[in-house]
């Protein structure tokens, strides 16, 4: 029994597992233009499934579906000022289900469906410039 349940398990993750290693790794500044205009890279990816490396920001709700992946510290919330104060380090990445957080300082791989261009989420009322939607992670 407890063979054919982690085997049940095994093969729950192959989809995943799958999917993160067949979407290409990038990274947040590759997204970009000097001018903070948009990569032809992050253009050609946009719609895609793709991978990428960073910290969770500490939460501001204890429980919910979404974090922001940053590459390094954030002291100002980004998500409470216009498009043009974006920070270019930060991703918003809203999870498929619920996972629970990890430790800020901790290095995670998130796959997620890359989303490019200003937007405002409609349930946490946040700007965001790029998204990754219907993503999951895991602690490096």
């Not at 349940?5 to 999917?19: F, H, I, N, R």
């Amino acid at each position: 029994m407890q063979r054919r349940q982690l085997l049940l398990g095994l093969a729950a993750l192959v989809p995943l597992a799958s999917w993160a290693e067949a979407a290409p790794r990038i990274r947040m500044f590759e997204l970009y233009q000097p001018d903070l205009s948009f990569s032809d890279l992050a253009k050609r990816l946009k719609g895609k499934p793709i991978t990428i490396q960073g910290f969770m920001a500490p939460h501001l709700k204890v429980e919910s579906d979404f974090f922001v992946l940053s590459n390094s510290p954030v002291e100002t919330c980004p998500f409470c000022e216009s498009e043009d104060q974006w920070i270019d380090s930060i991703i918003f990445v809203r999870m498929k289900k619920r996972q629970e957080a990890v430790n800020p300082g901790a290095l995670i791989e998130v796959a997620g469906v890359l989303e490019i261009g200003p937007q405002t989420d409609s349930a946490t009322g946040f700007v965001s410039r790029v998204r990754l939607a219907d993503a999951t992670f895991r602690r490096l």
